[in-house]
């Protein structure tokens, strides 16, 4: 069975800082992985995918990249703001025909001004 | 556009009452999705529909039953609700498959609900 740790759950940092968020998961057949953020009593809202062929994705101050074979991805924040202050969730997409997403727990992240 | 809408907001249950959680996508999206998440937790899958008239379960199904007359509607039922079932939920919908080469998921503000 599939499952996604993200590790720290929290994290508070002063701003400025660049940071690292970290994604397991323990069966390297996914299909691909997304990272999300959520703010507090809101809907997730994609911030990137990268599919299983990549090895990383870039937007703007994010990167994310991806290690199928160890089973992780990690999602760089660079030049940290206080608006980056949220939850951050990875979520795998088992392989094809069972349209299925599993979810990490994700890192609560504040960005001290 | 409003995108992926559900309502109510809120909703406090007695247990055992029954309730229907709506949720209504106009972005003509085959694929719909229900989750559910727990405080502190990641979302978890209960139902998900690939197009009107067919639908599946997902990681956590029992205690809820969907239904997908059309494109744009997936509503998520409670026929006996318990303490267990109080959560957060969340609708979201995609235009293609996960396994698409661009399947990102848009979600719904959630629907806070608590059982008691």
Not at chain 1, 32 to 50: H, V
Not at chain 1, 65 to 75: C, E, I, P
């Amino acid at each position: 069975k599939q499952e996604v740790t993200q590790i720290p759950a929290a994290l508070s940092v002063p701003e400025g800082e660049n940071l690292v968020l970290n994604c397991s998961f323990t069966d390297s057949a996914i299909y691909n992985l997304q990272w999300f953020r959520q703010d507090p009593g809101k809907g997730l809202t994609s911030l990137l995918l990268i599919q299983s062929s990549q090895r990383e994705q870039t937007s703007g101050r994010l990167n994310a990249s991806l290690d199928k074979s160890s089973g992780r991805s990690t999602l760089y924040i660079a030049a940290s703001q206080p608006g980056d202050s949220a939850t951050y969730l990875c979520a795998v997409v088992l392989p094809s025909g069972t349209y299925k997403y599993i979810f990490g727990t994700g890192t609560r992240l504040k960005v001290l001004a | 556009n409003a995108g992926v809408t559900q309502t109510p907001k809120f909703r406090i249950l007695k247990i055992g009452q029954s309730m229907t959680l709506q949720c209504t996508q106009d972005m003509n999206h085959n694929y719909m999705y229900w989750y559910r998440q727990d405080p502190g937790m990641g979302l978890k899958l209960i139902y998900y529909s690939v197009g009107a008239g067919i639908t599946d379960k997902g990681e956590v199904p029992n205690g809820y039953n969907v239904s997908r007359s059309t494109t744009e509607d997936f509503p998520l039922r409670l026929e006996l609700a318990a303490p267990s079932q109080t959560s957060v939920y969340f609708c979201a919908s995609s235009p293609y498959s996960p396994t698409s080469g661009s399947p990102e998921q848009y979600f719904g503000p959630g629907t806070r609900l608590t059982v008691t």
